[in-house]
């Protein structure tokens, strides 16, 4: 009886000791597999790091839209509005880091709320975060859309940094490379009585009076008579950056 019950025991300890070179051999093959070494840890540390240095990807629509935003506006100029776009995002980013609103500079209303927000959220919580070495990859048109009263065109960045976030008291951590994306909308009223309720805060004036101008399709202003272009960069406003 009692060999019986060693004999047992011994079948299942040998099979639980197949068992587990099984599951070894097979996670080690799975490794070998995806990563290019035996061990699956190290290989998921590796995929981090690369993770740290390989740029994300954008959602790279710049061939479709822009034809269409061409027809619409046939003024609008794809590297003039690029270029703003990324100077605006680093401008921006120059400002939470410093909590200094000066950093902005020729900014919309709108944006100039968002980063102020931003800046007294983060005094109130007493956050600081540092942005470094700001290198930006790619940039593309990612969607254009025609709307009730306004269209927008959305461009995304592939952005890559140093960064660290740390609260009062804390010590300033070790900067960490990061990869990221960011949007930026750009919004052109048609008209200010057909924009959402949530969009009627964005100001549009008459660039030689100030008056409120309703319909920028319009060839003159109401009030003062003065000729309004058609589509200009004015004309246009970086509404909103986001971190996508």
Same mark, same amino acid.
Do not use: H, I
């Given at each position: 009886m009692k060999e019986g019950i060693l004999t047992g025991l011994l079948v299942l300890m040998t099979g639980a000791g197949i068992g587990v070179f099984y599951i070894r051999w097979k996670l080690r093959r799975i490794s070998r597999a995806a990563f290019g070494t035996d061990s699956l840890i190290e290989g998921i540390k590796k995929q981090g790091?690369?993770?740290?240095? #390989? &740029? $994300?990807?954008?959602s790279a629509m710049t061939r479709l839209c822009l034809p269409r935003i061409i027809r619409d506006f046939p003024e609008f100029s794809y590297e003039e509005f690029r270029q703003k776009s990324e100077n605006q995002l680093k401008?921006?980013?120059a400002a939470v880091e410093s909590q200094d609103m000066a950093c902005l500079k020729n900014a919309s209303p709108d944006l100039r709320d968002q980063i102020r927000l931003r800046i007294e959220?983060? $005094?109130?919580q007493g956050v600081r975060v540092k942005f470094q070495n700001i290198r930006i990859h790619q940039s593309a048109i990612s969607r254009y859309e025609k709307g009730a009263g306004c269209?927008?065109?959305?461009?995304?960045s592939a952005v890559e940094y140093r960064y660290a976030r740390w609260e009062k008291g804390e010590e300033e951590p070790e900067l960490k490379k $990061?990869?990221? #994306?960011?949007?930026?909308?750009w919004v052109y009223v048609q008209d200010v009585e057909k924009l959402p309720e949530t969009m009627k805060v964005i100001g549009v004036n008459c660039p030689?009076?100030?008056? &409120?101008?309703?319909?920028?399709g319009a060839k003159f202003c109401e009030y003062c008579g003065l000729a309004v272009e058609t589509i200009n960069i004015r004309a246009w406003s970086l509404y909103h950056i986001k971190e996508n």
């Open positions: 790091e690369l993770a740290e240095e #390989r &740029p $994300k990807s954008v401008e921006a980013l959220d983060d $005094k109130r269209c927008t065109v959305v461009f995304q $990061k990869q990221t #994306r960011y949007d930026m909308e030689n009076c100030g008056a &409120p101008l309703r319909n920028l």
